[in-house]
């Protein structure tokens, strides 16, 4: 049996460029892969609104996707690429963490992104 890395790998090679259908939950998951889909992608987004039902303004946690990854993973066998915004913490440990997280939920992979919060500085021009 291949691991969830292993099946993503295999999608590039299958499919260039690697079309990946938005799923937000199991159910669309298995929709997407019934339409014929090689790969999946939960975006932080989505766990907001489809799962929590709030705007995508960094209110979810690590455990809210982990849930969604978890039950995506358990349903539908395409690879899973889950962003995980700035990797929930602000250290090297926390996105550590966060990776270990999801990987044993069942991602095959992760997109982290770096956030950066501007600060009206004294001395700036405004």
Known sequence: MQTAGQLLRAALKKECPLQIA???????????ERAGFHALYLSGGGVSAASLGVPDLGIINLKDVVVDV?????????????????????????????????????AAGVQVYLQLIFVLLPWADR
Request: hydrophobic content about 50%; aromatic content about 6%.
């Open 22 to 32: 938005g799923a937000i939950n199991a159910y669309s998951a298995l929709l997407a």
């Open 70 to 106: 978890e039950r995506i993973a358990s349903a539908c066998r395409l690879p899973l690429l889950v962003d995980v915004d700035t990797g929930f913490g602000e250290t090297a440990l926390h996105v550590g963490r966060t990776i270990f997280e999801i990987e044993r939920a069942g």
